[in-house]
């Protein structure tokens, strides 16, 4: 009896609180337009059970700009080329920082990370460590042979697989994680196939990124936080636990000097350098700092290139003549007799094409991760009021009508000489395809992520030919989406490869 009453109690209190902001905020300027919330929850009803789906749709209805109200929350969407500039270029600053949320606070040590760190001295002192020491071009080439290293490794396992079918998701992304383990920490984490504890890292990467997808009723309207009610909260506490676990075992290792096998200075060797000696801005670092940027390189540097190539790899197998082009380009380029390597790739034009357009048809993060307004502005001539959260629909700017060409087709040659659009990049300079984000909150991996994914594309499509699992034909391979921060596959990709060189050519790499 005392449960119900405190639920009526607590009820009637949101019910107040909703009248009163909302009789409070309206604005004497004009918002978007969007669809009209309900009482309490707000237009949380009309996102779905797919979010970026829904509000893709709800664009075509209301136009490219939309006002939301999330429970108590302002939310706006961009969901054009053009609105997402004004909102990242033009207002950049305006919206530098991210809105409070559940699983900052939960799983990313209570925001001290660098994805959800507010934008300020400290942020910055993270970002320039990670561009420094592991995104800059000399990093990145430093490291070169680690990720060639790796990628040969991948073509060993797929070989020794014989005729089973695999799991190609699984082993890109033991091959990922290794190459970022190399480099962040002086060392492989995973063994080549068969790894039970790479089987479960997956799918704790995995797990995370649908509870971060999740919109946690608790985190717009505040008076309900307590309750927990879809249960998301308790499930990001626990899976937190998980992952210090795994990194608290990485930190202790690499301090008691077992976890150096590298002849290169690694990253973590670097950071914990960097305990008594900050660099730049903002401070010392803490261990909870390191365990959290470990954290955000981890989830965010692996499963979003792996699950890149895996879509990569459907789409070519849905379109064999695609991918007979691709082979054909890189034998004329590359041979038959060595594996492509990172300087091969500015060479493998068609090859560049469909990584772009993989990239415009599977974002990895289709919905931005949110920011919020720091002040009051105009985009498109409505007013954006201060504190709102921003939404990019990155998935419905990528296939939006008016900019692109039969959107839902798969088709590279738009990005080649001669199609639609040949000079678009997809590095945030170009508005109608941004997967990896624009402004000064652009993803800090992009120039290591379109390396892994190109290079792992190139390999696969140099080395194998690919069969579906228990024959399925190409034309039926299920394309869907599950839920999620990043663009998962509804169902992974199960496969045959069938070796196209020769048997040394895999041993040499």
């Not at 795994?246 to 690694?266: P, V």
């Not at 390597?341 to 090859?351: A, I, K, V």
């Amino acid at each position: 009896m005392a449960i119900l009453t405190l639920l009526l109690y607590t009820s009637i209190t949101s019910l107040v609180l909703y009248l009163l902001l909302n009789l409070r905020t309206r604005h004497p300027n004009r918002l978007p337009p969007g669809p009209t919330p309900w009482p309490i929850v707000g237009n949380l009803p009309h996102l779905g059970t797919i979010p970026h789906h829904s509000l893709a749709r709800l664009a075509a209805k209301y136009g490219p700009l939309m006002h939301l109200r999330l429970g108590f929350v302002d939310v706006v969407v961009a969901a054009s080329a053009s609105v997402a500039a004004q909102f990242l270029k033009t207002n950049d600053a305006i919206f530098a920082s991210r809105p409070p949320n559940s699983g900052a606070k939960h799983i990313a040590y209570n925001y001290q990370d660098l994805v959800f760190a507010p934008y300020g001295p400290r942020w910055r002192m993270l970002r320039k460590i990670c561009s420094v020491h592991l995104f800059s071009a000399k990093a990145l080439d430093d490291f070169r042979h680690i990720r060639q290293e790796e990628v040969a490794i991948l073509t060993r396992a797929l070989i020794g697989a014989g005729e089973s079918t695999v799991k190609l998701g699984q082993l890109l992304n033991v091959c990922t994680t290794n190459a970022l383990a190399r480099v962040m920490l002086g060392r492989r984490v995973f063994s080549d196939t068969g790894d039970l504890k790479a089987d479960e890292f997956k799918d704790m990467v995995v797990q995370l990124m649908v509870l971060a997808g999740e919109f946690n009723i608790g985190d717009f309207i505040p008076a309900l936080d307590w309750l927990d009610i879809q249960g998301i909260t308790k499930k990001m506490k626990k899976l937190h636990a998980q992952f210090d676990s795994f990194l608290n075992a990485i930190l202790e290792e690499h301090k008691s000097g077992n976890g150096r096998t590298s002849g290169h200075g690694d990253l973590l060797s670097t950071l914990i350098a960097l305990k008594d000696d900050a660099d730049g801005e903002g401070g010392k670092l803490s261990d909870i700092e390191i365990k959290a940027l470990l954290l955000n390189l981890f989830v965010a540097g692996t499963d979003t290139s792996s699950s890149t190539v895996e879509w990569a790899i459907a789409e070519l197998i849905r379109h064999p003549r695609m991918l007979k082009q691709a082979q054909e380009e890189m034998d004329n380029v590359v041979g038959r007799d060595r594996l492509v390597s990172e300087s091969d790739l500015g060479q493998l034009p068609f090859l560049q094409a469909i990584v772009k357009e993989t990239f415009r048809l599977h974002p990895s993060t289709p919905l931005s991760l949110p920011r919020i307004s720091s002040e009051n502005c105009e985009v498109d001539g409505y007013h954006i009021p201060k504190g709102s959260t921003l939404l990019v629909n990155v998935w419905a700017i990528a296939r939006d009508p008016k900019m692109w060409a039969d959107p839902l087709e798969f088709r590279p040659t738009r990005f080649l000489p001669g199609g639609e659009k040949p000079n678009v990049d997809v590095k945030g300079n170009d508005f109608e395809v941004i997967p990896f984000g624009a402004g000064r909150r652009i993803c800090v991996g992009i120039s290591l992520g379109l390396r892994m994914v190109q290079l792992l594309v190139a390999t696969l499509v140099q080395t194998f030919d690919w069969e579906l699992a228990n024959g399925l034909e190409p034309e039926k391979l299920n394309m869907n989406e599950a839920y999620g921060l990043t663009l998962q596959r509804e169902e992974p990709l199960m496969v045959h490869p069938k070796p196209r060189l020769a048997p040394h050519v895999y041993e040499s790499g």
